[in-house]
Every structure is written in C-alpha cells, then in structure tokens.
C-alpha cells in the first residue's frame, strides 16, 4: 500500500504554480473518511485545484489482512467512503 504525502504535497503545492500535483493511488477502504477528506480538501485549495485524487479498492488481501479489514467487501466499502468525501 504506497503512502499518501499530504505534507510534502501541500509544501509542493505552496512552492509552485503550474504543476498537477498527483499522488499514488490510494487503496480507499484502507484509509480513515474523515482524514483522507480533510487531507485531500487542504491540498486541493493550497494548490488552486491542481490535486489529481487516484482512488482504488486494492488487490492485495495481505494487505486488508495486515490491517485487519475484511477484503472481500472492499467494493461496496469504496462506495460508502467515496459518497462521503
């Protein structure tokens, strides 16, 4: 699961003007709603909107396993985050 750099990101965003600023994708059912909105919301400001968001459902069960989330009702989890952010 690549890491989200919201910091360095944000410096990013405050240093330049004219780049897109695009993170790895994120694996969503693994991530907590309210930060990863809060997160992506400071970032897409700061940066005038230049924030590109990839968002997946993973494909790694070691990786649900290593979080202890359940990886088969990973698509419908996607879709009750993805309507909250």
């Known amino acids: 699961m690549p890491p989200f750099y919201p910091c360095l990101l944000c410096y990013l965003a ?14 969503l059912p ?3 709603t309210a930060l990863l909105a809060r ?14 968001l990839g968002i ?3 494909i790694s069960p ?3 396993q290593s979080m202890g989330v359940d990886f088969h009702p990973r698509g419908p989890r996607s879709d009750e985050k993805l309507a909250l952010l």
Not at 39 to 52: E, K, P
Request: aromatic share 2%.
């Open 56 to 58: 997946g459902v993973g």
């Open 14 to 27: 405050g240093v330049t003007s004219k780049i897109e600023l695009v993170p790895p994708v994120i694996v």
């Open 30 to 32: 693994l991530r907590q």
């Open 39 to 52: 997160q992506t919301a400071a970032l897409d400001v700061l940066s005038n909107g230049r924030l590109r």
């Open 62 to 64: 070691q990786d649900y």
